[in-house]
């Protein structure tokens, strides 16, 4: 015969048993993808960034951009609101600009390159308004979403890196 002291440690042993073998079972926990993301950048399902110039993509999901977002705020929105370059104000993070820069910046390997080496948009001189993107401050692996993250508004956002003429308050 079991006493009440033994089965009510045998019940407690089995919920702890339980609980541990159902949380074991369980998906881990999905990241949340930004608003701005999912709406915005159009990303419901994983989108194609495109890698090189020979036409090779890479899929990013919705959390990869969202991470991507998260790292550009953090590193970079000081000197690039919305696409703009606030020191010169001529070169922007519009698909058209990084195209037109020199080697282009239109995808993600020469994106990468000059996160870890910027130079001038001519590709002449060092540029020293980036922060060069050292393997120590950030991985490959966030550089490039990052860069996709980048990309991915340069093509999908109007107005991303476009300056929107000043309105005269009216009184």
């Known amino acids: 015969m079991i006493n009440s002291k033994s089965f009510v440690r045998c019940l407690f042993m089995l919920l702890v048993l339980g609980i541990n073998f159902f949380s074991w079972n369980l ?3 999905a990241v949340s993808v930004d608003p701005f993301i999912r709406r915005y950048l159009d990303v419901s399902q994983p989108v194609e960034i495109p ?9 990013f999901s919705g959390e990869d951009l969202t991470e991507g977002k998260t790292l550009f705020e953090k590193n970079c929105v000081n000197c690039h609101v919305g696409g703009l370059t606030l020191q ?6 519009s698909l058209e600009a990084l195209k037109g820069a020199t080697p282009s910046r239109d995808h993600l390997n020469n994106l990468v390159a000059y996160f870890r080496n910027p130079v001038s948009y001519d590709g002449t001189d060092y540029n020293y308004w980036c ?3 050292s393997e120590d401050w950030m991985s490959t692996e966030e550089v490039q979403k990052m ?4 990309l991915r508004a340069a093509e999908k956002v109007p107005s991303w890196g476009i300056q929107q003429p000043q309105q005269t308050p009216s009184f």
């Open 27 to 29: 998906p881990a926990q």
């Open 51 to 59: 890698v090189d110039q020979k036409g090779n993509t890479r899929k």
């Open 88 to 93: 010169d104000p001529t070169v922007s993070l």
């Open 131 to 133: 922060r060069q993107v």
């Open 147 to 150: 860069a996709a993250y980048l």
